[in-house]
T-cell receptor
Framework: DGGITQSPKYLFRKEGQNVTLSCEQNLNHDAMYWYRQDPGQGLRLIYYSQIVNDFQKGDIAEGYSVSREKKESFPLTVTSAQKNPTAFYLC????????????FGPGTRLLVL | GDSVTQMEGPVTLSEEAFLTINCTYTATGYPSLFWYVQYPGEGLQLLLKATKADDKGSNKGFEATYRKETTSFHLEKGSVQVSDSAVYFCALNTGNQFYFGTGTSLTVIP
């Protein structure tokens, strides 16, 4: 089955701790994305990557970092600099960035202890 | 800038009622338009899309028509079911970035 997997489903972060959210796709898509979803605010773009070893900041990149060392993987690190990390994080991919449908993973809910 | 505006919810309907969720957009050029659905605790699933003016996207009884003259892409369904209860997102892709609306929560009661 082709698709996007995200892990873990729930993640807890302590104050001052960095945590990494996993996103893997086996769709052979070039482009991958990370969104943050807060209640009543829709989706906001954190980072995106059009190709391996390249990525760009989205609208709310501060306090987050990413890497794209492999085509199928796009992990997101929520750093201690992100002061309000509690949210639902969604990873998506598309064949390429321009005018193509995005396909979403099941999401990771991050909670701060 | 580019953006999507969709009607605020929550929307509550009885089973078999007619559904309309309004969506309007602002964009330069000729964007592609999408409706996504999100069930509780899950990611977004593509419901339908339209890539040019006057195109009609349809899936599972839902329809939306790309209206360039009114910059709209309203979602409709003739007879909703309890299983349609979810949050619906309108979105556009300008070729550079996706823009999502804030979502409209739909609850269908038996």
């Amino acid at each position: 089955d082709g698709g996007i997997t995200q892990s873990p489903k729930y993640l807890f972060r302590k104050e001052g701790q960095n945590v990494t959210l996993s996103c893997e796709q086996n769709l052979n898509h070039d482009a991958m994305y990370w969104y943050r979803q807060d209640p009543g605010q829709g989706l906001r773009l954190i980072y995106y990557s059009q190709i391996v070893n390249d990525f760009q900041k989205g609208d709310i990149a501060e306090g987050y970092s990413v890497s794209r060392e492999k085509k199928e993987s796009f992990p997101l690190t929520v750093t201690s600099a992100q002061k309000n990390p509690t949210a639902f994080y969604l990873c998506a991919s598309s064949i390429r960035t321009e005018e193509e449908t995005q396909y979403f993973g099941p999401g990771t809910r991050l909670l701060v202890l | 800038g580019d953006s999507v505006t969709q009607m605020e919810g929550p929307v509550t309907l009885s089973e078999e009622a007619f559904l309309t969720i309004n969506c309007t957009y602002t964009a330069t050029g000729y964007p592609s338009l999408f409706w996504y659905v999100q069930y509780p605790g899950e990611g977004l699933q593509l419901l339908l899309k339209a890539t040019k003016a006057d195109d009609k996207g349809s899936n599972k009884g839902f329809e939306a028509t790309y209206r360039k003259e009114t910059t709209s892409f309203h979602l409709e369904k003739g007879s909703v079911q309890v299983s349609d209860s979810a949050v619906y997102f309108c979105a556009l892709n300008t070729g550079n970035q996706f823009y999502f609306g804030t979502g409209t929560s739909l609850t269908v009661i038996p």
